[in-house]
């Protein structure tokens, strides 16, 4: 994403690094928040497809 949306006027020459995303590895992963809850991965496709059934 733009670095404009951290700084606007940004001294020149600085470079803003502005990620939408931030790449974890899955092993680090122990939970996914969630409007149902905090959800374990092994746990969310069932949840999903218990809550959102319209959606399988």
Do not use: C, M
Not at 7 to 20: F, M, Q, T, V
């Amino acid at each position: 994403r733009p670095g404009e949306e951290i700084w606007e006027e940004a001294p020149k020459g600085l470079k803003l690094i502005n990620p939408a995303f931030e790449l974890v590895n899955r092993e680090l992963i122990t939970g996914f928040i969630t409007e149902i809850g905090v959800l374990k991965p092994s746990d969310i496709e069932r949840a999903i497809q218990k809550e959102y059934s319209w959606l399988f």
